[in-house]
Every structure is written in structure tokens, then in C-alpha cells.
């Protein structure tokens, strides 16, 4: 055989195996490493992440968040929104089923809307919708809301509530036992830190999706078993793993990497109700003395960003922007004298113990900060008391990792507020408070822009946050795992579209 | 003998009493509670949504209302439910239970056995080179924390047998290969450090017995020196090592914890360890309760023992 047409025979064999490799096969389940146990599957109160992964393969909402973090349909088939921008009226997809055969309705969303407006239900939730004022199911396939006030991220919060049948819920069933909705999979199993077992659902309405046939989550909380487990393929995907993970596996035969830009990012909270951080000056003194590249190479092995408060690329300024942002000691110093601490402070910072990363950055922000005559007394919580301590604002500075949300006014408004639900350092700013409310009831996207500009300029450097990174979102996979797409928002969507190559 | 029984069968309720008052004050001086954990970090919640959901779960009473609503549930037999799955913690119990005592019961007979020989070996061979490598080898096992030791031997299988799985847990009955592969790594590195610890003891043990005079009378009365080892020293020679098995027992259990975490292995340690992280508050009294009450049973065993190993010591 001479040498071209053993080229050509090459080639084409090669073709063959591209195309082959390119067609999704059904079957199989996908081996999960998950590093958590949920604490309850009800989507409308468990929406920690290791409740989050799992619930969203069994629900979906109206909408849902793409990998541009833009909302698109999804139980409703289109929307309208009326010129004054109170009123939404959704045409709800025909033809969809909940896992129990039932066919799904308006009044099935309306009914899940309300119970997250429910105070009784105690839904983390609900705030993000409050100004919504009424919500009607007009007919099986049209629902209509009203809101008290313009809002613009509407479509995007309406992703984030998941749609129960009104029957089910009725019929006094245990939502946070027995999950069930309309999603690619449904509730099979839960053996408390073992794993959860999901099945394909044959009704999906997206025709021939998902691929596989189950998911199963094994519970997996130490590091070493699960990158183990995964070298040698006893897991086959590990959602959102640590930074320093991702550098050990990025070696590994037969493992892939799937990145995309963290939403979440690391950050120093400060009291702004205690001394000394009660004076802005002391605050920004801090951000001085913080050297965000360093911690990008240190802890995040380069794979990061330096972060203001907005992490979202289209929304987010740029760092040149915030002059606190070249890190200066002296200056820094210069400030807290300024302040009136000539001599340096000493304080405490709590750290949360269950994310590695934010361990890991805590300690280089503490070497940083010490040449700047901030004396930090870090001590490490366990997770539990972390979130009691942080709830009761009984710190002085914490350390910490946050989500974030795919529009502005999901992370700023909730935080920065003045009486905000996740404002812990009792911050008060009158500034901030009239853009944020400007912000949220403006819908022209164009018109949002400058006030989200002036918004990140009032805290970057004086607010009581000193945003530190945002991370690479790293999942880790092995080779034969096809089709899936990481989001940002740490969703795993995708996974119905995720196939197993033979 | 019956008297003995009886008095100890008493002790037993008193001590499981005070280990339920104990361990239900304790857990709950935890910062933190179920409802906090399920929400994590930075959540929005009302004072009122947490109200809603801490009274779901019976949080809101108070203590002593609660202590008692479940002290009356578990004399009836009904220890209640696991807070997030619903189940039954009796239920929950009874399938972990079997995987941890399997664990522990192997790597315990495994350490006796080559504890013996090991204690015999190194008190015969005094001062030889082979005594200084098993002493190196026993005083590393000990000092070895079986987290690390434990993550060592998967990296090390790892490269060495790829094609080995040694994470995890499956059923004898679905896969006996596989199951009693899985239980190898974990057995070592439980029973490894008790080994260590148990021939040191009964080396040092023996040494005394044999240094005593019976011994001298026995030898020196012609008898076979395996007769003088094995009917006369080794029997004398066990008592302080049975004594500590009792108490090894114990940290067999504090180490099947561990063990389980590190390979994944679904049993009591992986229970109550996620329990506690996650406030499950029913779960971790009835899962403690069991353990004390193994506990409490197994050091009753080993008084028995010594009855049995040593006729002068007489139950009253």
C-alpha cells in the first residue's frame, strides 16, 4: 500500500471515528462525585449548593439561565411584558408532564410562585420576588403577573423558582424528602451520605433528551477519594471542584477539565456597625493593603481574576477604575493614621472551614495586611458556627466565598442595603441605597449601565466588602464524558445533554 | 455469677441515661442548627422564615419538652426520624451497623491473631535485629494517623494495581469479589496501628511472666519449652492484653470513622460523622446510643474473659 492512499484510508477512518464520536449515544449513568450531603431537596427552601445540583435536574422554573447568563424559555414557551413593565404575561408550554404523568398547568406555576411567597413555607427565596404583587393562571397555558413596581431581573429570579405540581404538594407530600417536577430526571433514591439516585424521565419534553439513564451522586467529602475516585474511574465527574484540585488532575490520564468564569468569588466582609471598620477610611485602608494578583497566583494557581464588586462581564468595571486597587502599604498606612490609628489595629477574622479555597486566601490576606499594620487574629469555624456567627454579625472581619447571580440587583441590592437580608455589616449608605433602588426599578438595560458604574465606584473601596477573587470554575470529568456545558452560576443544566462515548 | 449480671445489666441503663442526657445537651450546644446548615452561607431569610422552618422540625419547643417527647418515643422502641430523608434512625441503623462491624470485627481479628506472634517473637528474640525492624514497624504503626496512612494506601494501589477498586462500598451478596477487595485497604489501615499497639503490649507482658519463678519451676521440671510458652507464660500473659483489647475496641470504633470517611465506606462512622455536621439531632442520640451500648457490652465480654483466662478472679 503506498503512502497516499494510506493517508486517504487514514483520514477517512478518522472521519468515521469523528462522526461516531460526535452522535450521542442513550444510556448509562453518570458516576457523580459530590463532596456534600443536601440537607433537603425542596428547591424553594434547600438551595444550598449540594441541595441546588441535585434539585435541578428534577425541576425547572419559567425560564432558565444560558452559559451568557441571559434567561430564555423554558416551562413558558414566550412571554410579554406590558409598556408600563408591571405586567408579565407567560404562554406556559402544552404537553408537559410531571413525573407522575400528570400534565403540567398555569396554575401549577402559579401555585409554586405563591408558595414561595408564603411566609409560612420560610423561602430564601421570597425576598427576591417581593415586588411581586399578584400572580393569576388565566388559563391552563397562561399566567400573568403583576408586579407593585417595575423590576427589572424578573425573568432571570423566575429561573431560580422551581415548578411543583399543586396536587402533589396538596396531597401532603414531604417536598424535602420526595422532589418531584417536570426536569430531565426524577427522585429515585437517597441513602443519607451515600448517594442519591436520579432516573431518566422517558416524558421529557425535550424530545430524545437526556441521554443518560440515571445520575447518582455519591457522597464523597474527602478530596483525596474523589480525585482518586476519579483517576481511576469509579466517578466519572466531579462538579465545581477546588482550584488546587484542578491543578493535581490537570495531569491525569484519561481526565478532562471543563472550565468557564466563576460567578462566585472570595471576600473579606467588615463590620461597619464595630470599631475600627466602622470608619470608611479604615476600610479602604484595607483594600490598599490587599495584593489581589498575589492571591490569584497563590491560591487560585493563576486561574482567577481580581474582583470588584461586579463580577458579571458585561456589567463589571474595569479594575482600573478603583484606585485602592494598586496595592500600596504605605498608603494604607497613611489612612488608618489618618483614621486615627496611628499604630496599626488588631482584630479578628473569621474564616469559613468548609471551602479550602477561601482557608488558603485568608492566609495570604492576613501575611498582606500585617505589613500594613492590620493585625488579624484568624481563626478557622466550622461551618455551622460560621453561619451563626455571620447571621448575628458578631464579627469584626470574616472570610468567606459568595455565589453570584447572573443580574446585578440578585447580589447588590440584597447585600448593600441599608436592613438588606444578607447585609451582616449592618452597612448604611443613603448614596447607595437611592441607586440600588434607581438600579432595580429601571428596565431599559442601556439606561441600567451608568448607575451600576456609580454603584461599584461608592464600593469598591469604602463598602464594607473587600472583593478579593474570582476563581475559574473548574468540573472535572473522565475523557468519555460528551456534550456538557459548565454555567457560571454553577447550574448543571447541561446534563441532560451530557452522553456517555462507549 | 447471675448476681454479677444483674448488677451489670443496671449499670448499663444507668450509663446509657446519662450518655442520652449527655450527648442530647451536647449536640445542641453546637453552634448552629439543622435549618441554619440547610441554608448556608449568605442566604436571605426573614426572622419569620426561620421561625417557619424551625418549627417544622420541632426546633422551636423547648429543651426539656423536647428531651422528654423523645425519651418517652425511645422507651417505646421508636427512635424517630432522620430530619432530612424521613426514615426511620432504627432503619438507618440496621443497615449501617453490619458494614462497620464487619470493618471492625475482621480488622480486630486480624490484629489479634498476628499480634500474638508478633509479641512472642519479638520477647524470644530480644534485642536481635529482627526485634529492632518489628519494634520500628510497630512504633510506626502506631504513630501513623490512619487518615494519612489510609489515603497513602489508595495513591499507592493506585499506581501500583490501577485496575483495583479500593473505594466505596458494594454488597457481598451483589459482588463478593468486589466487596472483600474493597474491605482490604481498609482493614490494613485500621487494624495496623492495633497490631502495633497490642504485640508491644504483650511483649512486655510475656517478658514479665517469664522472668517469674513458676516459669523457672516449669522448665526446669522438664517440661517442653512449647508447653512452658503456650500453657504456662502466654496464658498469664494474656490477661493485660485482653484488658486492653477491651479498651482498643473502642478506638476501633473512634477509627472506623475515620476510615470510613477517607474510602468512602457507608457505615455507622460515615452516619454519625454527617450527622453531627448537619444537625441531624435524632440521628446522632440514636446512633451514639447504640455505639455506648456496644461499647458497655463488649467490656462486660472481656470481664467474662478473665474468668475464663484466670480462675482466681471471682465475680461478686
Same mark, same amino acid.
Given at each position: 500500500m503506498n503512502g497516499r492512499w494510506f493517508g486517504l484510508l487514514a483520514a477517512l477512518l478518522l472521519a468515521m471515528g469523528w462522526s461516531l464520536a460526535q452522535n450521542p449515544v442513550r444510556g448509562g449513568t453518570l458516576q457523580i462525585g459530590a463532596d456534600a450531603s443536601p440537607s433537603g431537596l425542596d428547591p424553594h427552601v434547600a438551595t444550598a449548593f449540594a441541595s441546588f445540583i441535585v434539585t435541578g435536574q428534577i425541576y425547572e422554573g419559567l425560564t432558565e439561565i444560558d452559559e451568557r447568563l441571559r434567561p430564555r424559555p423554558a416551562l413558558a414557551e414566550s412571554w410579554?411584558?406590558?409598556?408600563?413593565?408591571?405586567?408579565?404575561?407567560?404562554?406556559?408550554?402544552?404537553?408537559?408532564?410531571f413525573h407522575d404523568g400528570k400534565a403540567m398547568t398555569a396554575g401549577d406555576i402559579a401555585f409554586s410562585i405563591n408558595r414561595v411567597r408564603d411566609t409560612k413555607t420560610g423561602s430564601p427565596i421570597a425576598s427576591r420576588i417581593n415586588l411581586v404583587k399578584d400572580v393569576k393562571a388565566t388559563s391552563a397555558t397562561q399566567l400573568v403577573v403583576e408586579l407593585s413596581q417595575p423590576f427589572a431581573p424578573m425573568l432571570i429570579e423566575l429561573a431560580g423558582i422551581a415548578v411543583m405540581s399543586e396536587d402533589y404538594v396538596k396531597a401532603g407530600n414531604d417536598m424535602q424528602r420526595r422532589p418531584m417536577g417536570t426536569g430531565p430526571f426524577a427522585f429515585k433514591e437517597w441513602v443519607p451520605d451515600t448517594y442519591i439516585l436520579l432516573e431518566r424521565n422517558a416524558r421529557y419534553w425535550r424530545q430524545g433528551r437526556p441521554y443518560l439513564d440515571a445520575l447518582r451522586y455519591n457522597i464523597v467529602p474527602d478530596p483525596a477519594t474523589r480525585q482518586v475516585g476519579l483517576a481511576s474511574g469509579t466517578y466519572?465527574?466531579? @462538579? !465545581?471542584?477546588?482550584?488546587?484540585? %484542578?491543578?493535581? $488532575?490537570?495531569? *491525569? @490520564? !484519561?481526565?478532562?477539565?471543563?472550565? %468557564?468564569?466563576? $460567578?462566585?468569588? *472570595?471576600?473579606?466582609g467588615m463590620n461597619a456597625s464595630r470599631k475600627p471598620f466602622d470608619n470608611p477610611r479604615v476600610r479602604e485602608a484595607l483594600n490598599y493593603a490587599i495584593n489581589r494578583s498575589q492571591i490569584v497566583q497563590a491560591v487560585y494557581f493563576g486561574n482567577g481574576a481580581p474582583a470588584g464588586p461586579l463580577g458579571l462581564r458585561s456589567w463589571a468595571s474595569p479594575q482600573g477604575a478603583f484606585p485602592c486597587y494598586n496595592t500600596n502599604a504605605n498608603k494604607a498606612k497613611e489612612l488608618l493614621a489618618q483614621a486615627?490609628?496611628?499604630?496599626?489595629?488588631?482584630?479578628?477574622?473569621?474564616?469559613?472551614?468548609?471551602?479550602?479555597?477561601?482557608?488558603?486566601?485568608?492566609?495570604?490576606?492576613?501575611?498582606?495586611?500585617?505589613?500594613?499594620?492590620?493585625?488579624?487574629?484568624?481563626?478557622?469555624?466550622?461551618?455551622?458556627?460560621?453561619?451563626q456567627e455571620w447571621r448575628n454579625s458578631n464579627f469584626d472581619t470574616f472570610a468567606s466565598i459568595n455565589g453570584g447571580n447572573a443580574d446585578p440587583d440578585g447580589y447588590l441590592f440584597r447585600t448593600f442595603s441599608t436592613g438588606g437580608s444578607t447585609n451582616v455589616f449592618k452597612y448604611s449608605s443613603p448614596t447607595v441605597d437611592r441607586l440600588l433602588n434607581q438600579g432595580r426599578t429601571t428596565v431599559s438595560e442601556e439606561a441600567r449601565r451608568p448607575i451600576y458604574a456609580r454603584l461599584q465606584l461608592e464600593l469598591a473601596c469604602q463598602g464594607p466588602i473587600a472583593h478579593l477573587v474570582y476563581g475559574t470554575l473548574f468540573s472535572a470529568a473522565r475523557e468519555n464524558v460528551q456534550g456538557f456545558k459548565p454555567i457560571p452560576t454553577r447550574s448543571l443544566i447541561y446534563l441532560r445533554d451530557t452522553w456517555l462515548a462507549r | 455469677m447471675i448476681a454479677f449480671l444483674f448488677k451489670r445489666s443496671l449499670d448499663l441503663l444507668f450509663v446509657l441515661f446519662g450518655v442520652s442526657v449527655l450527648v442530647f445537651l451536647m449536640i445542641r450546644l453546637i453552634p448552629g442548627d439543622a435549618v441554619e446548615i440547610m441554608l448556608g452561607a449568605n442566604t436571605e431569610i426573614t426572622p419569620e422564615g426561620l421561625a417557619a422552618l424551625r418549627e417544622k422540625l420541632g426546633l422551636n419547643k423547648p429543651i426539656f419538652v423536647q428531651y422528654w417527647d423523645w425519651l418517652t418515643a425511645a422507651l417505646r422502641g421508636d427512635l424517630g426520624q432522620s430530619v432530612w430523608t424521613g426514615r426511620p434512625i432504627s432503619e438507618e441503623i440496621v443497615q449501617r451497623l453490619p458494614i462497620t462491624l464487619e470493618l471492625t470485627v475482621l480488622s480486630l481479628v486480624i490484629a489479634i491473631g498476628l499480634a500474638i506472634p508478633v509479641g512472642v517473637l519479638t520477647a524470644y528474640w530480644r534485642n536481635s535485629s529482627a526485634e529492632y525492624l518489628i519494634r520500628l514497624v510497630s512504633i510506626t504503626g502506631v504513630t501513623l494517623p490512619s487518615f494519612w496512612l489510609g489515603t497513602l494506601l489508595i495513591f499507592l494501589v493506585f499506581k501500583l494495581a490501577p485496575g483495583w477498586q479500593t473505594l466505596g462500598y458494594v454488597p457481598f451478596a451483589q459482588d463478593p469479589w468486589g466487596h472483600l477487595s474493597r474491605l482490604v485497604l481498609p482493614v490494613i489501615t485500621l487494624s495496623l496501628p492495633m497490631l502495633a499497639g497490642l504485640g508491644r503490649v504483650l511483649r512486655s507482658s510475656l517478658l514479665d511472666v517469664l522472668n517469674q519463678d513458676f516459669i523457672r519451676t516449669a522448665r526446669s521440671k522438664g517440661l517442653a519449652e512449647r508447653t512452658v510458652l503456650y500453657k504456662h507464660a502466654l496464658r498469664n500473659a494474656m490477661i493485660p492484653l485482653v484488658t486492653v483489647i477491651g479498651i482498643q475496641v473502642g478506638y476501633l470504633f473512634g477509627g472506623a470513622i475515620v476510615v470510613e470517611q477517607v474510602f468512602a465506606i457507608p457505615g455507622m462512622g460515615r452516619l454519625i460523622l454527617g450527622a453531627i455536621s448537619e444537625r441531624n439531632y435524632p440521628l446522632i442520640q440514636g446512633a451514639i446510643l447504640l455505639v455506648t451500648m456496644t461499647f458497655v457490652l463488649i467490656n462486660l465480654l472481656v470481664d467474662l474473659v478473665y474468668a475464663k483466662l484466670d480462675p482466681r478472679v471471682e465475680y461478686a
Open positions: 410579554s411584558v406590558s409598556s408600563d413593565g408591571l405586567t408579565y404575561t407567560f404562554r406556559i408550554r402544552s404537553g408537559v408532564t466519572q465527574f466531579l @462538579p !465545581n471542584i477546588d482550584p488546587s484540585l %484542578a491543578v493535581t $488532575l490537570r495531569t *491525569t @490520564p !484519561n481526565v478532562k477539565l471543563i472550565t %468557564a468564569q466563576d $460567578l462566585a468569588y *472570595t471576600l473579606i486615627g490609628y496611628a499604630n496599626g489595629v488588631d482584630f479578628g477574622m473569621i474564616v469559613i472551614g468548609s471551602n479550602k479555597t477561601v482557608v488558603d486566601a485568608a492566609q495570604v490576606v492576613q501575611q498582606q495586611l500585617a505589613q500594613a499594620g492590620f493585625r488579624a487574629k484568624v481563626e478557622v469555624l466550622e461551618q455551622g458556627k460560621f453561619i | -
